[in-house]
Nanobody, 122 residues
Framework: VQLVESGGGLVQPGGSLPSSCPTF????????LGWFRQAPGRGRDGVAS????????YDSGSVQGRFTIAKDPVKKMVYLRLNQVKSEDTGVYYC????????????????WGQGTQVTVSS
């Protein structure tokens, strides 16, 4: 199982930034995927997750309505689009997978990508 995040970078407050996570070595429909943010000096906080079998998605209260998670099982990709970003959205964003139900708890995920840096600044 391998995940590789891409799409991080610098974005101005109020802007948008797409991120993607190509997956390798497993069938997407049998897994749940999650995106997690790690701000400086903090642990990994779940921002969005998706149950790939039926497309059910969940997000945290801190990003509700601003971030969108989506999947493409044909391309074996999971996407996260950050909209209306704020300075507190700054951090390293990780894509993770687990072969159980979708969750926003980082401790429940078994497979992780290397992370991609997102910086919100004017």
């Amino acid at each position: 199982v391998q995940l590789v995040e891409s799409g991080g970078g610098l974005v101005q407050p109020g802007g948008s930034l797409p991120s993607s996570c190509p997956t390798f070595g497993f069938t997407l429909d049998f897994f749940a995927l999650g995106w997690f943010r790690q701000a400086p000096g903090r642990g990994r906080d779940g921002v969005a997750s998706i149950q790939c079998s039926d497309g059910s998605s969940y997000d945290s209260g801190s990003v509700q309505g601003r971030f969108t998670i989506a999947k493409d099982p044909v391309k074996k990709m999971v996407y996260l689009r950050l909209n209306q970003v704020k300075s507190e959205d700054t951090g390293v964003y990780y894509c993770a997978a687990r072969d159980e139900l979708a969750s926003l708890d980082a401790s429940e995920y078994h497979y992780w990508g290397q992370g991609t840096q997102v910086t919100v600044s004017s």
